[in-house]
């Protein structure tokens, strides 16, 4: 899913340099929670918001048959589940809204009336079946759910003089319109849905149009079925008077053969002028695509969009109800075809499955289709704005995850922009992208039809490349913030002399990462380095042949950092207390990485500009962090000693 802010804020940022940090773009959603009222909300989602019953069987198909019209978000008709029970079943459970109002449940063919509403659930007491039997229940509803907001389970507005209606289930609201059981890890094997309407409209759903039924009294059904496995939120429906414009991929696999793009249209005067050459780019994402990862996962029966006057995109399974036609916007909703459809996140957590890996494809896609700077211009912008503040994680902590926080899940600084800040430097972690593209391709594959975690794919990677990524996900994906560096270097006849120091942004206090260094000769030449940073304080040195002039730190934008300063120092005698100094963001504490890192003892003293003592102890350690929030502003001077040795550093507050 991707919405209108998203998409404004990444063309703002297309504006700026490829600096690597700009503080002033932030496209951070806003949570709606407070932290004095998380624990009772997240106590609510846990133990309210969904019955226990519902993990007593197993979805494998639902069949919607509902009345709609473009005009009203009422809905008229009946859902059926089809399932098998996990246990001896004799309380059936699903989710529906109070505003919805039951006029029959059926289990079995049989009617029962002696059911119960706790919120959102319906509990039904039945008749016994046994662990492993299939069953059928049917529900009968009809209601005006509630509107207003981006996540709204269905909307009605207008857009090109026409009237539209359509649904958005993501992330807690299928319930708003259909009968349902909203867990991430049941996907129904297979999904009808039904929807008749005035027979001036079109409708566009899941998978294929079997058929359109006039029903003769100015109204049609339009018969849609899918035989895809797919998660609950992905099942959706669009109405509106549409008129439709076909396109087609052809991905190399298919050898000549075809995937229909179905579009839907306002059928108004120059609205399919105004979009169709944004919608014939389709075509060449999707054969992109399934060159990079997989074949296109529902090759058997189509990709399409509904346009409606939603503030982006929602990526419904071979259907994404969309806003408009722009490129960026297109090429994030098709990926989630791959990532987030074909293999869903496992848990709302790790939605960076979904989100930071459409991201990502959206990143490929300018990559490929339009090139090498382009797609610089577009990751960088995307790692400015996750850099835009100094912490946050893209995994979320279950404590965050309820009805009523979904911006925290959908957070355009964390979930999307650092998501995919994290998967190109993963890509460079990795440094062979035939090796990096299989990695996405077994991961699609493994998963197929299923869902996965975070943890999923760290394993996919370790076993596609042989590599150990444990601390890279625990520090990237799972920690916080960005390493920031402060960088010096000295010639030495024809070798240079290379200290690097990272200190971090936030709670995460190291970032293992290999980092790359242009380094500019003094006869017009450059060349570029890889070193792995392997402490918070490394030194190293590199044969050139020629003199180094200037540097530049990760020049093509692969990796995601804040550099504060590369400096040209003087060869040193590097004694037993030489260090470096780093200091936090907020001031509050300065670190001294000591370069020898054998534990010697040592007194260190601080001292203000006027030679007064302001603090002084004793360390072994080769890191030595110093609180500095009882200190005023100025300059300090910093001494480290032993019984042979001095060395002196300053900072300023």
Sequence with gaps: MKQLILSLSILFASATSFSQINDAFNIDHKCSHSTNNLNKDFAYYLYNWQSEYMDDYDV?????????????????????????????????AIELIPEQTISKIMFEGVEYTNYERVGNNIIVPVAEITAGSSFSAQVFYSGQPPTGGFFSGISTGTGWGKDVTWTLSEPFAASDWFAVKQDLEDKADSVWVFLTTSSDNMTGSQGLLTDVVDLGNGKSRFEWKSNYPIDYYLISFAVSEYQEYDTYAHPTEMNGDSILIQNL?????????????GIDATGSMIDLYSDLYILYPFWQEKYGHCLTPLGGGMEHQTMTTIGGFSFGLVAHELGHMWFGDNVTCATWSDIWINEGFATYSNYLAEEYLHGWSNGVSFIVNAQNSAMSSSGGSTYIPIEEIYPGNEYRIFNGRLTYNKGAAIIHTLRHEIQDDDLFFDVL???QTNFTDSTATGEDFKNTAEDVTGMDFEQFFDQWYYGEGYPKYQ??????GD??????????????????????YKLFFTDGTDTIIKYNQTDNLVNFSVYTGKTVGNMQIDPDSWTMESVLSINVGVE????????????NQQNESITLFFSNNQYNNKEVVISNISGQTVYSSQTSDSQFTISTSSLSKGVYIVRANDDKNTFVSRFVL
């Design 572 to 583: 040193e005698n590097q004694s037993p207390v030489s260090f470096k100094i780093g200091q």
């Design 487 to 492: 960088i010096e270097y000295y010639n030495s």
């Design 495 to 516: 070798t240079v002399h290379i200290s690097s120091l990272q200190t971090t942004s936030s709670s995460t206090p190291f970032f293992e990462m290999l980092l790359d």
């Design 265 to 277: 249209v306002y059928d108004s005067p120059g609205c399919l002028e105004n979009y169709k050459d």
């Design 441 to 443: 391709g077994t991961f």
């Design 60 to 92: 494998t198909f639902y069949f919607l048959d509902i009345e709609v019209s473009n005009s009203t978000v009422f809905v008229d008709g009946n859902t059926t589940i089809n399932g098998v029970a996990l246990v001896d079943l004799d309380t059936f």
